[in-house]
């Protein structure tokens, strides 16, 4: 059984950067595949990035890419979400999201593992 517990998220303007946190327990071995989620009001959960936390093999959505960067500290069991240059539609509940298999996948449905989010909100 794999645990996921958000933290980070938060209010800012246009332009501003936040940092969201992932503890997770377990070691990289028993998640292989880790994601961020993000689900807005009215909108379908849509990924955000999806990595292997093995091989550090990382995939971005287009509407990220350059802007938002996944990094883990895989001593302390911990994924990390740098969010820069944020936008209004960037504004959503933010869940971490692991996956037991190793088979790739950026459909929330092949995800096992959820955190309870954490909510960012971008002004302008």
């Known amino acids: 059984q794999v645990q996921l517990v958000e933290s980070g998220g938060g209010s800012v303007q246009t332009g501003g950067s936040l940092r969201l946190s992932c503890a997770a327990s377990?070691?990289?071995?028993?998640?292989?595949?880790m994601a961020w989620f993000r689900q807005a009001p009215g909108k379908e959960r849509e990924g955000v990035v999806a990595f292997y936390t093995i091989s550090d093999t990382t995939i971005y959505a287009d509407s990220v890419k350059g802007r938002f960067t996944v990094s883990q500290d895989k001593a302390k069991n911990m994924v990390y979400l740098q969010m820069n240059s944020l936008k209004p539609e960037d504004t959503a509940m933010y869940y971490c999201?692991?996956?037991?298999?190793?088979?790739?996948?950026?459909?929330?449905?092949?995800?096992?593992?959820w955190g309870q989010g954490t909510q960012v909100t971008v002004s302008s």
């Open positions: 377990g070691s990289s071995h028993s998640r292989p595949l």
């Open positions: 999201a692991a996956r037991a298999s190793r088979a790739w996948s950026f459909d929330p449905n092949d995800f096992t593992y």
